[in-house]
C-alpha cells in the first residue's frame, strides 16, 4: 500500500537537477520498451495457442519464454520506468520493492533458463534427428519447463528473506536499492547467467560439430532397419517398392533435418542479442559487489545496463516473427483480411 509521505515525494523534486519535462520524456522512452515488449510477446504466445502447427516441444520452450519476457514488461519494466522517471524516488513502499526486484530476478532468470533449454533443444534435434520427435515429448518438454520456473523461483521469493538478513542498513523509504550481499550476486549470477551462457554455448558449439555426423547418419539411412528388410527379402518388386519407400523417407528426413538447422541459425541469433544485451549487466553486477568504487558514475551504469538487459525480452518476438516462417505465417493468418472493392456490393 502506498505510504502518503511517499506519494507526496512525488511533488517534492523541484530541488534536484533533472526538469521536469525530462523526466516526462524519459518515462515516455521507457515506458514504450515496455509496451511494445508486453504486445510482442503477447503475439507470440497467441500464436502458439492458436496454431496447431505450431504446438511442437520447441514452440513450447518460445512460448515459456515468451511468457517470461511478458512478466518483464509488464511487471518489472513499468516501476522502474517510474522510479528513473522521478530520479530514483521509489513511492510503492519497501515491501513492494523486494516484491519488484523479485519478480525482476523471477522474470529474467526464467527468460535466460528458457533460452538455455531451448538450446539444449535446437542441439538433440541437430545432433540424434531420427530419434528426437519420440525423446521430446510433450510431457517431457513440459517437464524442463516446469523446473525451469521452479529454479527461477527459488533464487527470488526466498532471496527477500536473505537481502533484509543481510542488509547492513536499512535504506529509506523512498529509495529501493538492490542487494549488495556479494554472496548473493555471485550465487545468482552464475544460476541465472554464467551457468546458461555456458550451456548455451556449448550445445551452440556441439551441435554445430555434430551436423555433419547427422548428415551422414541420414544418408546411411539412420538406424539401419530399412537395409535389413532388403537383404532379407529376395522377391525383386518387394526390394523396389522398399527402395521407393527409402527414397521418401530420405526425402522427408533431409527436410526435417534442413528445418532444425534453420531453426537452429534462428536461435543463435537469438543467442548473439542476448549476449550483447546481458552480458554487461552481469559484468557490472560483480564488479559492484567486489569493488563498487571502481565503477564511474555508478547509478547511471547500472541503470543503463540493467535495461539493456530487460529490453532483450522485446527483442526475442522480433527475431523470431523475423526470422521465423511459421511465426510470419501465424502473424500474418491473425490479421483480418483487407476488403477488396470487387466484394463490395
Known amino acids: 500500500m502506498l505510504n502518503i509521505s511517499n506519494l ?5 523534486l523541484n530541488d534536484n537537477n533533472v526538469p521536469t519535462f525530462k523526466r516526462g520524456y524519459l518515462f515516455a522512452i521507457l515506458i514504450s520498451f515496455g509496451v511494445a515488449t508486453v504486445l510482442g510477446n503477447s503475439l507470440i504466445i497467441v500464436s502458439v495457442l492458436k496454431k496447431r502447427s505450431l504446438h511442437t516441444a520447441t514452440n513450447y520452450f518460445i512460448t515459456s519464454l515468451a511468457i517470461a519476457d511478458f512478466l518483464v514488461g509488464l511487471v518489472v519494466m513499468p516501476f522502474s520506468a517510474t522510479y528513473e522517471a522521478m530520479d530514483q524516488r521509489w513511492i510503492f513502499g519497501p515491501d513492494w520493492c523486494d516484491i519488484w526486484h523479485s519478480m525482476d530476478v523471477l522474470a529474467s532468470t526464467a527468460s535466460i533458463l528458457n533460452l538455455c533449454v531451448i538450446s539444449l533443444d535446437r542441439y538433440w534435434a541437430i545432433t540424434d534427428p531420427m530419434t528426437y520427435p519420440y525423446k521430446m515429448t510433450g510431457k517431457r518438454a513440459a517437464i524442463l519447463i516446469v523446473l525451469v520456473w521452479v529454479c527461477s523461483s527459488v533464487i527470488s521469493f526466498p532471496a527477500i528473506a536473505w537481502w533484509r538478513l543481510v542488509a547492513e542498513n536499512v535504506p529509506p523509504e523512498w529509495k529501493c536499492p538492490f542487494t549488495e550481499d556479494m554472496g548473493y550476486l555471485i550465487f545468482s549470477s552464475t544460476v541465472s547467467f554464467y551457468g546458461p551462457l555456458t550451456i548455451m554455448l556449448g550445445a551452440k558449439v556441439l551441435a554445430a560439430t555434430g551436423g555433419p555426423d547427422s548428415t551422414l547418419r541420414i544418408h546411411r539411412g539412420g538406424g539401419g ?3 535389413s528388410q532388403k537383404s532379407n527379402n529376395n522377391d525383386v518388386h518387394c526390394t523396389l517398392v522398399n527402395r521407393d519407400k527409402n527414397s521418401i523417407s530420405f526425402s522427408k528426413k533431409i527436410m526435417k533435418f534442413s528445418k532444425e538447422k534453420k531453426a537452429a541459425k534462428t536461435l543463435g541469433t537469438v543467442m548473439g542479442v542476448f549476449i550483447i ?14 569493488c ?5 558514475n555508478p547509478d547511471f551504469i547500472i541503470q543503463v545496463v ?9 527483442m526475442n518476438p522480433a527475431i523470431y516473427a523475423y526470422c521465423s516462417k511459421d511465426f510470419r505465417s501465424s502473424k500474418r493468418s491473425s490479421q483480418p ?6 466484394y463490395l456490393r
Open 277 to 290: 544485451c546481458w552480458l554487461p549487466f552481469f559484468i557490472t553486477n560483480i564488479i559492484s559487489g567486489l
Open 306 to 314: 540493467t535495461w539493456l538487459g530487460w529490453i532483450n525480452s522485446g
Open 225 to 227: 532397419r530399412d537395409n
Open 337 to 342: 483480411p483487407k476488403s477488396s472493392p470487387k
Open 292 to 296: 563498487s568504487d571502481c565503477i564511474a
Open 8 to 12: 507526496s515525494c512525488v511533488y517534492c
